[in-house]
């Protein structure tokens, strides 16, 4: 299947900053077609991002979304107006707001299906923390926030729906006791997820499913994770906000 590449932006960039890092990625990236090429800013960014790539090999994405359409939700943002300022893809569960902001399976589950009806790519996030990986728990973790991240999503909106595969536990964020993962660690939960999707709706699904590493993939790893049968892109942080280095990426397999 086609990979995917998909920079996450973060809490990063001023509008500015986010339109001269969108530029120059439209001027290095340009002409590669048997990649998807995605970059997700903040929210002040999306509108004046979306018209430098509009037209271009590069999708934009928001890194959230509510689950409602409108109302009292001070400080929310529905998926038709992501729709509306040219988003194609939105993050949803990223391990960040569920640490943070105290999102759970439920909150990712109503995202996730008010996004799919509004027409909008989603990529679910899932992924275990160091200590539920100590004690031997990564796989349960996983399956249940599979399970119930896409319970009642249907068999067809999956074409629609990517997996982001983040080990807490190997994505640096100043903790002395995070340590990279292996390559075959990535690919042993890219397996079971791929497992796990088909136990949830069938094997044509389970392979038609792109899964992607968000274990802090870089230029100097990237080849060896995509040379992996079940990891099929990445979500990348820190090394997305500099143009040059992200592009490496997206050309370095």
């Known amino acids: ?3 995917l590449i998909a920079g996450n932006w ?4 001023t509008v500015e900053e986010a339109v001269e890092t969108a530029a120059r990625l439209k001027i290095i990236l340009q002409g590669i077609t048997d990649k998807d090429i995605l970059i997700c800013p903040p929210f002040t960014a999306l509108d004046k991002v979306h018209h430098v790539i509009k037209g271009t090999n590069i999708l934009l994405g ?3 979304v509510f689950w409602e359409e409108k109302g009292a939700f001070t400080g929310e943002v529905a998926p038709e107006m992501l729709k509306d300022v040219g988003c194609d893809y939105v993050i949803i569960g990223h391990s960040e707001r569920r640490e943070y902001f105290n999102e759970s399976d439920e909150t990712v589950n109503k995202k996730i299906r008010s996004s799919l009806a509004d027409e909008l790519n989603v990529i679910l996030c899932v992924g275990e ?6 004690a031997g728990k990564q796989e349960t973790v996983v399956e249940q926030q599979l399970e119930k991240g896409l319970k009642g999503v249907k068999k067809a909106d999956m074409k629609f729906v990517t997996i982001a595969y983040e080990p807490i536990w190997a994505i640096s964020s100043g903790n002395p006791n995070h340590k990279p993962a292996t390559t075959n660690d990535a690919q042993e939960m890219h397996k079971f997820i791929r497992y796990i999707l088909n136990i949830l709706f069938d094997d044509k699904t389970a392979e038609s499913t792109r899964i992607l590493y968000g274990g ?4 100097d790893n990237v080849k060896e994770l995509m040379a992996q049968p079940d990891i099929n892109g990445g979500l990348v942080g820190g090394a997305s906000l500099d143009a040059e280095s992200f592009a490496k990426i997206v050309k370095g397999f």
Do not use: H
């Open 62 to 64: 928001a890194q959230d």
């Open 129 to 134: 923390s160091l200590e539920q990986r100590k």
């Open 1 to 3: 299947m086609k990979p």
């Open 10 to 13: 973060k809490l990063n960039k």
């Open 216 to 219: 802090s993939m870089k230029p």
